[in-house]
């Protein structure tokens, strides 16, 4: 077994640390829109909103071409996460409606 670079390392563990706040910080986010999936809820309000999506979509490209990250993936992964958003605002009406 060949010993692992100390650079190697270095960046593994930067990647690591990376990855905790990622984490964090979409669980934080997952809070918040749990809270804006019960409002909506109780306010009736339908569980996705096409234009406030739209209008996330393009900032977030724009953030991701000034942060040198390519566009696309960040489309597909803000996608992801509102797909999952959506599931839990479907969840909080179905909830609210009760069984």
Do not use: Y
């Not at 190697?8 to 640390?17: A, V, W």
């Not at 390519?70 to 489309?75: I, L, R």
Request: glycine share 4%; hydrophobic share 45%; aromatic share 4%.
């Amino acid at each position: 077994m060949t010993d692992t670079p100390a650079e190697l390392l270095s960046l593994r563990k930067s990647i690591d640390n990376i990855d905790a706040a990622i984490i964090h910080l979409l669980a934080e986010r997952f809070r918040c829109t749990q809270q804006v999936g019960a409002l909506k809820a109780r306010l009736k309000l339908p569980p996705a909103d096409k234009g406030r999506e739209a209008v996330q979509i393009a900032r977030l490209r724009k953030l991701a071409e000034d942060a040198d990250l390519d566009p696309e993936f960040a489309e597909k992964f803000l996608a992801f996460v509102i797909r999952e958003v959506i599931r839990h605002h479907e969840q909080a009406r179905t909830n609210a409606d009760g069984p």
